[in-house]
């Protein structure tokens, strides 16, 4: 009778699929030993005529119900009330196949739990929403938790790059919420948006199997996907959805906080803007995943008021609504008109606009913040009201969509049976009835929307107006000067008064002066965008000084202006590279044709290796005439800028380590000394014919280049010049085989002359390299390119223990294969020479000695200062500690002859246990630490002198000592 009573409460066309549900729930718990005395009959033919997916959980485990009438079904539960219960059983899981059913277990059981009491409406759609977000976070945290813990057994914890002190520092994912549950707005069967990062790259300590950071957290981050969103017989966790991260599905699954900034500043859109609004941390290292939160807020909320907001979310509901009428969905309540993407862009729109201004609306609830805007940007009153209630009756029925299937959709149904069970669950009589308080919200969405959101032309028109003139008058120098201060620390400047007269020297610059109209346009399309990017990073002012030099550079050049324009990519790279490097700033003002390479970061952020460069460059050269020699040097030079500047974006990023750097820049100098030995040799073959290394053989060329100093030792930098030797194995009397023959030395020598033309002559696009050859056999007043033969015989003879010490460092850069194994079989003969010990160790002392007393600081200066490269304590002393070893010691072990670099030496010394292990790895250390120093400041345009910190300090009096120690003893 009572069943019959509640039946009858049910609309006709549910009656029999409801009558039928509940027999077969009443036959499932019999089966169980259940009794069904104390079902609450009205509640469950509720919750089982308004969802399948329960009527579907509670017949596999009755047991379940039994639980829930327990007094699950009266309470509210807590974040901390779902962590206690998730963590109880995982404290009991070893084995991980089974973590996948035991989530999904525990999640099925809440969710039962959750649809009734919202069905029922024992909860209202707040704490619905609230408790989804909290098993979502609960599933989230728990189980990376448990997955973290077994990944660090597996390779070892993460572990951050030492510091200064040699420390590290654990490292932990981040995970960010992003959407609904970003905002503990979780819908029921919502799927989550998440975002993984780390804080700092690094490596794992395991001692065997070490993993780079981010392979151990996209591993991590992979294992939990699959834990939570992996479909099997017990269904999902929660589907998760990776696509709000940097790069979207194209970028890495985790990336580190810096990289994050890098992002969000250089490439984060408008849309980015609005979804980083609810962004929560909700797994993983909280406190960090705060700091990184922190971090991104000024790409979120702007220090100005930003009404540019407006049109960005116009332009996203213009393409929300182009996507509604493509698939047909206007009965969506969520992303039809009226629907409840409305009201969140209601709200949203304020909080871009004015958050940056006012704490209070940089909150992710909605609830929250619609509260909030009639007193803080005067929506009145009912219109909240008005908004609220209908946010809440579209977030039920959006429930009672999801709650039948527990598939995520928010379409209303357009059968018959499935209309009336979502009127039945939303409390109305019939369809009918619910549609019509339905489209009575929807329509008072659409109306306030409307007047928020929808363009508002002559008023939209006024102030993209008024913002134009404001950016025209500050750079033509109409705006009033305090004005303009304001305007500029408005816009990050922080010494207003800095940025106001770096842009007055623009305006009173000559070049300006002479700009054409159609020039001017061009600047005031790209000039705010540039002051803005300017405004974002660290050194604003210095940042703006330096690319309003380029800017002035290209002006009567306006293409450039329009590439960065039509490029907003390559102008936020180029306000990037400026504000970290003076010198990459000084290079595309002299070069504004590099602006080209900014465009694509693929290949700017991706230097080449060697064999890459030579094929770039081979097909570069195929394009010029073999005759064209200012062509061909104009080329050479573009190439060299061009990758230069690409290595340098790749150093300025942190993508290359400072060897890394060298090695690219050294290749690079190798793929260019081999075209232009190719096009010289051509080039005289042409007009002498092919020299003879003896009667009827022909040279191969038997012609090589030797690389001393950083070139030899792979240690190039930015502004190196290139120490060459030229050297051919030719036969001395013979003459090449062309119809205008000349003696093989003149041939030689001409090769040489003419490799030096194409290398240091000044073009518009500068010279390709400075060339030093002083450190040919008898220097400067010896021959320009000497025969192997006379250069053995000076090594052995004439040369003073200084050229053997550039020997350890010379390697063959270009030319003849043959001859360079013939060529380093005489390096290997001079290096190994015994020698007294003693007698060397006085000569290589008294020649550093002459060193420092020409080049080093002077000793009244050097309180605080150091040249890093000729002080004592500094590089060179380095040096000439490994070459004494080098020349002490390669007669008894032939491997210290391997390489010329000093830190590889500098292995080989240890290996060979010819100074402790401890002595050679500080001088590596220090080595590479000075250098790095050298390095920063070259990319700022400052000499080797520089102001030493207690780091510095230590390193260079540890490497002093060693001096005593090893060279004075």
């Not at 169980?32 to 308004?50: H, K, R």
């Not at 005489?826 to 080049?855: D, N, S, T, W, Y």
Request: hydrophobic share 40%; glycine share 6%; charged share 25%.
């Amino acid at each position: 009778m009572i069943e019959s009573q509640a039946l009858e409460q049910l609309p006709e066309c549910l009656r029999d699929s409801s009558a039928e549900a509940l027999e077969r729930l009443k036959q499932a718990l019999s089966a169980q030993g259940l009794s069904e005395m104390a079902l609450p009959l009205d509640e469950l033919l509720t919750v089982i005529t308004g969802s399948e997916f329960v009527l579907d959980q509670l017949l596999r485990h009755p047991h379940g119900l039994h639980s829930l009438l327990q007094g699950d079904l009266e309470r509210v539960r807590s974040e901390a009330d779902y962590r206690q219960r998730l963590g109880e059983r995982l404290l009991a899981l070893s084995d991980e196949s089974q973590l996948p059913g035991l989530l999904r277990q525990y999640r099925n059981y809440e969710m039962v739990r959750i649809i009734w009491r919202d069905l029922t409406r024992k909860a209202q759609m707040e704490q619905t929403t609230l408790e989804l977000s909290y098993l979502a976070d609960t599933c989230i945290d728990e189980t990376l938790s448990w997955l973290y813990e077994r990944a660090c057994q597996r390779w070892g914890v993460p572990q951050s790059w030492p510091d200064k002190a040699g420390n590290t520092q654990p490292q932990r994912l981040v995970v960010l919420g992003m959407g609904k549950l970003g905002a503990h707005e979780l819908n029921l069967s919502s799927d989550i948006d998440l975002i993984f990062c780390y804080p700092q790259g690094g490596e794992t300590d395991h001692p065997r199997n070490s993993l780079d950071n981010q392979d151990f957290f996209i591993r991590l981050g992979q294992k939990l996907i699959q834990a939570l969103d992996n479909l099997t017989p017990e269904g999902f966790v929660f589907r998760v959805d990776m696509r709000l991260r940097p790069f979207g599905s194209a970028g890495p699954l985790a990336i580190s906080f810096d990289a994050m900034e890098r992002y969000y500043q250089e490439q984060g859109r408008e849309w980015e803007r609005y979804a980083m609004i609810k962004a929560r941390t909700v797994a993983g290292d909280y406190a960090q995943g705060e700091y990184l939160l922190k971090q991104l807020r000024p790409f979120v909320y702007r220090k100005y008021i930003d009404f540019s907001a407006f049109e960005s979310l116009r332009e996203m509901k213009r393409m929300i609504n182009r996507e509604v009428r493509r698939k047909g969905l206007e009965q969506n309540v969520k992303l039809g008109s009226g629907g409840i993407r409305e009201v969140e862009f209601i709200a949203q729109a304020f909080q871009l606009i004015r958050g940056g201004r006012d704490l209070d609306l940089q909150q992710r609830e909605l609830r929250h913040i619609l509260p909030l805007l009639p007193d803080k940007v005067g929506m009145p009153e009912e219109a909240v009201t008005e908004l609220m209630s209908a946010y809440r009756f579209l977030r039920n029925t959006e429930h009672a969509i999801q709650a039948v299937a527990d598939k995520q959709t928010q379409e209303l149904p357009s059968d018959p049976q499935g209309q009336a069970r979502i009127a039945y669950s939303m409390g109305f009589a019939d369809w009918a009835s619910f549609s019509a308080e339905l489209e009575h919200w929807r329509q008072a969405v659409s109306r306030h929307f409307a007047e928020v959101i929808a363009p508002e032309e002559e008023e939209q028109a006024t102030e993209e107006e008024q913002t134009q003139l404001d950016w025209r008058a500050l750079c033509q120098g109409e705006m009033e000067e305090g004005s303009a201060r304001l305007f500029l620390q408005e816009q990050g400047f922080a010494q207003a008064d800095q940025a106001w007269q770096h842009l007055q020297n623009l305006r009173e610059s000559r070049p300006m002066q002479m700009l054409q109209q159609i020039a001017l346009e061009r600047l005031w399309q790209v000039l705010p965008n540039l002051l803005a990017a300017c405004g974002r990073v660290p050194n604003p002012e210095l940042t703006l000084e330096r690319v309003l030099r380029l800017i002035q550079a290209i002006l009567r050049r306006s293409a450039y202006l329009v590439l960065l324009a039509e490029n907003p990519g390559a102008l936020q790279q180029l306000v990037r590279l400026c504000s970290a490097s003076a010198w990459f700033a000084e290079q595309l003002a002299k070069q504004p044709v590099l602006l080209d390479e900014l465009i694509d970061p693929r290949t700017l952020f991706a230097p080449p290796d060697k064999a890459r460069l030579h094929s770039e460059l081979q097909q570069q050269l195929l394009r010029i005439p073999e005759e064209d020699t200012e062509q061909l040097m104009e080329a050479l030079r573009y190439f060299r800028h061009a990758h230069v500047l690409r290595v340098a974006a790749s150093d300025i990023t942190g993508a290359l380590p400072l060897m890394k750097v060298s090695d690219y820049l050294t290749w690079l100098a190798e793929v260019l000394l081999d075209a232009v030995l190719d096009s010289a040799w051509k080039g005289l073959v042409a007009k002498h014919g092919v020299p003879q290394r003896e009667p009827g053989v022909a040279c191969d060329p038997d012609f090589i280049v030797v690389g001393y100093g950083k070139m030899g030792g792979i240690e190039l930098s930015y502004g190196s010049d290139l120490d060459l030797v030229f050297i051919h194995d030719a036969d001395m009397n013979l003459d090449t085989d062309g119809e205008k023959p000349v003696p093989n030395p003149v041939f030689f020598n001409r090769l040489g002359q003419r490799m030096i033309h194409i290398l240091s002559t000044f073009t518009p696009s500068g010279s390709l390299y400075e060339i030093d050859m002083r450190l040919r056999p008898s220097g400067n007043s010896g021959l320009l390119v000497s025969s192997l033969k006379a250069f053995k015989e000076y090594q052995h003879k004439e040369a003073w223990t200084w050229e053997h010490q550039a020997l350890v460092r010379a390697r063959v850069v270009a030319g003849s294969a043959a001859l360079a194994q013939r060529f380093n079989q005489v390096r290997g003969e001079i290096l190994a020479q015994p020698r007294e010990p003693l007698a060397l160790k006085k000569e290589v002392r008294e020649m550093r000695e002459k060193m420092r007393q020409h080049l080093a600081t002077p000793a009244a200066e050097r309180e605080g200062v150091f040249d890093l490269k000729q002080d004592p304590g500094g590089i060179v002393d380095i040096e000439f500690m490994v070459q004494y070893q080098v020349l002490a010691q390669a007669h008894q072990y032939p491997d210290l002859l391997t390489y010329t670099d000093n830190i590889r030496i500098l292995d080989a010394i240890e290996a060979n246990q010819l100074m402790p292990a401890e002595d050679a790895d500080f001088l590596r250390e220090a080595y590479k630490a000075f250098r790095s120093v050298g390095h920063r400041q070259t990319l700022q345009e400052q000499s080797n002198s520089v102001l030493a910190d207690a780091d510095l300090t230590a390193y260079r009096q540890r490497v002093a000592q060693l001096w005593k120690t090893w060279m004075e003893v």
